[in-house]
């Protein structure tokens, strides 16, 4: 079993930045990928971004590309989400997750943490 905790969100004004973490720990040896989603009110999940865990190749959805940047720090078990230039769209519960077969679907994946809010003003 992997358990992953998420940081980081809050309010901030459109154009500024906030960086997540998401720190993993358990069962690490069965990760081979880790990936941010986001949820906004009434909508669906989607992706955000993933990155490998052995060779650290980074996947972002074309809405955040430019933007967000994935990152890891396999010492200390922890993805971070660096997000700049945010925007009201953005607003949304992230999500971390672990462990997957096909990166953009969240269905594949096998652990979740909690989600941390994050709300853009405008």
């Known amino acids: 079993q992997v358990q992953l905790v998420e940081s980081g969100g809050g309010l901030v004004q459109a154009g500024g930045s906030l960086r997540l973490s998401c720190a993993a720990s358990?069962?690490?040896?069965?990760?081979?990928?880790m990936g941010w989603f986001r949820q906004a009110l009434g909508k669906e999940r989607e992706f955000v971004a993933a990155?490998?865990?052995?060779?650290?190749?980074?996947y972002y959805a074309d809405s955040v590309q430019g933007r967000f940047t994935i990152s890891r720090d396999n010492t200390r078990n922890t993805v971070y989400l660096q997000m700049n230039s945010l925007k009201p769209e953005d607003a949304a519960v992230y999500y971390c997750?672990?462990?997957?077969?096909?990166?953009?679907?969240?269905?594949?994946?096998?652990?979740w943490g909690q989600g941390t809010p994050v709300t853009v003003s405008s």
């Open positions: 997750a672990a462990k997957s077969t096909e990166l953009t679907n969240a269905n594949s994946y096998a652990y």
């Open positions: 358990g069962s690490i040896f069965e990760i081979n990928v």
């Open positions: 990155i490998t865990r052995s060779t650290g190749t980074r």
